[in-house]
């Protein structure tokens, strides 16, 4: 069990990540972002492109990957939010789910279906705990969540670049009055979050399956859930719900190997683990939409 | 208030004002005609390429994008999740005949009626939520169904899927195209006579103004309801149809690029037009299938013509077919309907 | 007997009481005017008395049914029809689109009949149909039937709401502002429109109103809101001279 918790704050980590950019989005366009995962999957893809392809060290490859995954999201707010500023926000949505969708053709195209392999920062192990051990890696993307979690607290709440952002997503039009750009402030938003995702597909791309849209397809849905649970107005909540729903998930999972292997009807469904962070989504927003610390729903 | 009856049928001649006379009328039929023909000879045309199995599936989508249409267009909703709906008939259908040797139409009902069922449990959710909200759950309602439910053993024997047999005297490609255009003409008779009477009226008046519907007498619930049981019958009906032309049914099929590509081929064809969704449909069904290896560049065009759709032309192609499809329907040959786009109706703007 | 009557309606939204206590008594024919300044709570009223909103205190009867818990559409099957502010039409469709709607409760076919193009569906439509030129005529729309209503002129627009609403064959209006927009002429032309409805279709009509030669001509009793709350009520005379709604509107007239 304890296994699957410390598997579950490692993965928290990275739902944490990607429910962040999902947080600063909505606060940015008030839209759910659906490509925010595959900025992940895309990062992963440079980062492939950078060391594997044109050979550059590791370090810089990852740093270089993690600039253009940013530049990116700064084309994306250019191009599709921009346009769409006055638009319905569904009429957004969709539009960013149609990026995604975009995306993952692109990565099939010019990456094909085989699977790649990205190697990790550094291989080994960093510590033991129990039966399980945590590599050097997992420990990394650790150490970049609480760093980020505390850096961006105070990023948002005591410099001026954080105010700004956080005053434009809450009242735009007194901003602009002000004196503080919103279109800049929109770009800095859109390619912040996509550098986000960008730094969580990155650490978690050696630990999977590596094919185009991986980060969709495993985390989109558990970043949106983290996120909705924390509070999606909320960037402290954006990590808190990371790490509950990683953690929620590797419970569920637990007790499915554990007990569902005999039980009558249930042991033959796969996915429990899925299937419960659908409930826990659905009851949330009917019971308290806005979440833990949210202020809206 | 009493009708003047007597009046009132002075004023009836009113509603054919305008419309062509005789000559107009078999130009247009003329048109139709040719149209209609044009698609039917298709599946049978000579020559090396399967294009009546092209055909097929181009059918097929064809009932998708009308389902999606009936949410989406009509209803003002969200699907992200539509694929879950043909999946589930996908799956039905294929049960019905495969495992328990029910005759093809019956299995069509009973993928009809799944469809139904799956989409009504979305739609007793779309009465709680709205907008993003509400477009998230579908998504991971789509994923559910994809990850779970297509994947339980019971229904699928394992991994590889289902197998299914065509229906007795439809093995051949040419019949299976056939089949399905039976069933397109089907669908579109139905979304032509919903939005011809009172139901589609109601459907069409709670997306614009929910109040404002409930305060004629529209029961809102009953009909939103009614969309969802609606679209997803119809996705059903066209899941029943997919068994038989692919001759299997398995999960993978049934993933997000498939719901996005739904989505997208609705939009991009208009929502509201029959005309543009039956163009953008086919081709979303039938370019991968003719141009294999530029399958990739489908799935890069699809998602740029939706971008385009959603920024430049919240029209879509019904938009631009607007002036022959007035003509075709006794108007004159203009752009006569402006276009709504996704979500226009309801509260969607930038608060 | 009393069409409307409303007791002890009150209101809360979090901090803010919309409505407090308001007591109202539509009779039979009357043209009950609903004062108020802006933000007085008029249209909150409104929503109170069709069910877009639950009082949370008071009780709403329609021809001594009370009606407090039933929902909007069923309010409307009672006979009421209502107007918006901001004109409850669809307006991405025609007048005549709209009419149908409007018809809703008069289309007595089962939806799946009309979805498999039954017979009857075919029958009543053509009545529906017939029913919506009748109406057109009467408010002189008949013109613009095949337009659709978002590129209409807004007052062709507030009228065509108004013929819609008709269609239903209601008994009672609720009207919300249904000159606002209008020039001093057109909003005269409305009360010869309204005199003309109550007496040859015998409407009883409630309507918030914010042109005050309008009221005064056409209304028999006219109540004032402030505040959510009830300031006066009487007869327009008593009302323009009151000395509270005067101050209320601080001496503003339109």
Redesign the interface.
């Known amino acids: 069990m304890l296994t699957f918790i410390i598997i579950g704050i490692i993965q928290g980590a990275v739902i944490g990540l990607l429910a962040l950019g999902i947080v600063l989005t909505y606060k940015g366009a008030k839209v759910f972002n659906f490509a925010q995962a595959e900025f992940g999957t895309i990062a992963a893809f440079f980062l492939v492109l950078f060391t594997q392809v044109i050979s550059l060290p590791y370090l810089v490859g990852w740093i270089v990957a993690l600039a253009a995954t940013g530049a990116v999201g700064f084309l994306f707010e250019r191009v599709v939010v921009r346009p769409l500023f006055n638009a319905p926000r569904v009429t957004l949505l969709v539009a960013t789910a149609g990026f995604a969708l975009l995306a993952i053709a692109l990565e099939l195209r010019i990456g094909g279906t085989t699977t790649q392999q990205v190697p990790p920062i550094a291989e080994g192990v960093l510590v033991r705990i129990g039966t399980f051990n945590v590599t050097i890696q997992q420990g990394i993307t650790l150490a970049i969540f609480a760093v980020l979690a505390v850096g961006l607290n105070y990023f948002f709440a005591k410099t001026d670049l954080g105010l700004a952002v956080l005053a434009t997503s809450q009242e735009p039009v007194a901003t602009e009055l002000v004196g503080i750009g919103t279109k800049r402030m929109s770009a800095f938003i859109w390619s912040f979050a996509a550098v986000l995702g960008g730094v969580a597909g990155m650490l978690q791309a050696p630990d999977t399956i590596f094919e185009p849209g991986f980060m969709t397809r495993n985390f989109l849905l558990l970043a949106f859930t983290a996120a909705v649970i924390g509070g999606i107005t909320s960037l402290q909540g954006a990590f808190v719900g990371g790490l509950l729903i990683g953690v929620f998930r590797q419970i569920m999972n637990y007790l499915d190997v554990t007990y569902l292997e005999e039980a009558p009807i249930l042991h033959g469904i796969p996915g429990i683990p899925e299937l419960a962070v659908f409930v826990l989504l659905v009851v949330v927003l009917y019971v308290r939409p806005k979440g833990l610390l949210g202020t809206e729903a | 208030?009493a009708?003047?009856?007597a009046?009132?049928?002075n004023?009836?001649p009113?509603?054919d004002e305008?419309k062509p006379d005789a000559r107009g009328w078999m130009t247009r039929r003329a048109a139709a005609g040719l149209i209609a023909a044009f698609v039917i000879i298709t599946p049978i045309l000579p020559g090396n390429l399967p294009i009546a199995s092209w055909v097929g599936l181009g059918m097929i989508y064809v009932i998708v994008g009308l389902s999606v249409n009936v949410l989406i267009g009509h209803a003002g909703q969200v699907s992200l999740g539509h694929q879950a709906f043909v999946g589930v008939g996908a799956f039905m259908g294929a049960l019905s005949t495969t495992r328990w040797g029910l005759p093809f139409l019956l299995s069509v009902v009973v993928a009809a009626a799944s469809g139904a069922i799956a989409a009504i449990l979305l739609g007793v959710v779309a009465l709680r939520l709205s907008g993003l909200y509400l477009a998230l759950i579908t998504l991971a309602y789509g994923e559910i169904a994809e990850k779970v439910i297509f994947n339980v053993p019971a229904i699928t024997g394992g991994g590889a899927g289902v197998l299914v047999n065509r229906p007795a005297g439809f093995e051949s490609n040419v019949a299976i195209a056939y089949l399905c255009m039976i069933f397109v003409g089907l669908a579109l008779?139905?979304d032509w006579?919903?939005m011809?009477?009172?139901?589609?009226?109601?459907i069409?008046?709670l997306r614009?103004?929910e109040?404002?519907?409930?305060?004629?007498?529209?029961?809102?619930t009953y009909?939103k309801l009614?969309a969802f049981v609606?679209s997803g019958a119809l996705a059903g009906i066209a899941g029943a149809l997919l068994a038989p032309w692919a001759r299997s049914v398995n999960a993978a099929t049934f993933d997000f690029k498939l719901a996005l590509t739904f989505v997208l081929m609705t939009a991009v064809g208009g929502l509201q037009s029959r005309a543009g969704i039956f163009v953008a449909s086919a081709f979303f069904a039938i370019f991968p299938l003719a141009f294999n290896q530029f399958t990739i560049y489908v799935l890069i065009i699809g998602p740029l013509l939706l971008l385009l759709t959603l920024i430049q032309f919240p029209g879509g192609m019904g938009q631009q077919l607007r002036p022959f499809t007035n003509w075709l329907t006794g108007g004159p040959f203009s752009m006569k309907?402006?276009h709504?786009g996704i979500s226009?109706?309801g509260s969607g703007g930038r608060p | 007997m009393a069409v409307l009557s409303v007791r002890d309606l009150s209101i809360r939204f979090g901090g803010l009481q919309a409505l407090a206590d308001v007591n109202m008594d539509v009779n039979e024919w009357e043209i009950v005017g609903l004062i108020g300044p802006n933000g007085a709570g008029k249209t909150t009223f409104f929503n109170c008395v069709?069910?877009?909103y639950t009082p949370t205190t008071g009780s709403v009867s329609y021809r001594e049914t009370p009606i407090t818990e039933m929902?909007?559409?069923e309010r409307?099957?009672l006979g009421i029809?209502?107007t918006?502010q901001n004109i409850?039409?669809?307006?991405?469709?025609s007048v005549m689109?709209n009419m149908?709607?409007?018809q809703?409760?008069k289309?007595r076919?089962s939806?799946l009949?009309?979805?498999?193009?039954l017979p009857s569906?075919f029958r009543e439509?053509k009545v529906l149909?017939?029913?919506a030129?009748?109406i057109l005529?009467f408010m002189g729309l008949?013109p613009y039937?095949?337009e659709?209503v978002?590129s209409l002129p807004y007052g062709i627009q507030k009228l065509t709401e108004i013929a819609?609403?008709?269609s239903?064959?209601p008994d009672m209006l609720l009207l919300d502002e249904p000159t606002s927009g209008m020039r001093p002429e057109e909003a005269h032309q409305f009360g010869d429109l309204l005199l003309k409805l109550r007496s040859e279709?015998n409407l009883t009509v409630l309507m918030i109103e914010h042109h005050v030669p309008l009221v005064v001509r056409v209304c028999d009793h006219v109540y004032c809101l402030n505040f959510g709350k009830l300031l006066a009520a009487g007869t327009p005379d008593e009302i323009r001279n009151h000395p509270e709604v005067v101050a209320a509107y601080l001496g503003t007239e339109e």
């Open positions: 208030m009708i003047d009856l009046h009132a049928r004023l009836m009113l509603l305008g008779f139905l006579r919903l011809k009477s009172k139901a589609g009226r109601a069409l008046a614009d103004n109040i404002a519907a409930r305060s004629v007498g529209i029961n809102t009909y009614f609606l309907r402006e709504a226009s109706g | 069709m069910g877009v929902p909007t559409h409307a099957s029809g209502r918006f409850g039409l669809v307006k991405s469709v689109e149908l709607v409007g809703h409760l289309a076919y939806p009949a009309g979805l498999f193009g569906s439509e149909k017939a029913n030129l009748e005529h008949l039937r095949d659709r978002s819609v609403v008709l239903g064959d279709l």
